[in-house]
């Protein structure tokens, strides 16, 4: 099913423009389907982390780090720093025992 709850093909064609314009619009500020799911996802994931390893401020991790937003993926925003990660990653390692 399409975000816009529509099931068919013929649905979508019966819509006026002005409907279709409008739902775009809307999912532009409000984002739904798999992009808000995988955002909410990385805010929990990422304040879980941070909270069991006990990190703040620049060493915290930020939910793009564990769910990247498609739609503003560059070269420079996918890579990550492998000290860093390691580090976090041993830590917590070192809590769960």
Do not use: V
Request: charged share 20%; glycine share 8%.
């Amino acid at each position: 099913m399409h975000q816009l709850g529509i099931r068919t093909y013929a649905e979508l064609k019966s819509m006026p423009a002005t409907d279709y314009d409008r739902w775009r619009y809307f999912f532009t500020f409000e984002p739904a389907g798999f992009r808000a799911d995988n955002r909410r996802a990385g805010i929990m994931t990422a304040t879980l982390f941070n909270a069991i390893c006990g990190l703040g401020g620049a060493d915290s991790i930020k939910p793009d780090i564990i769910f990247p937003d498609s739609n503003h993926l560059t070269a420079s925003s996918t890579a990550i720093n492998s000290a860093a990660a390691r580090s976090h990653l041993s830590s917590l390692k070192k809590l769960l025992g």
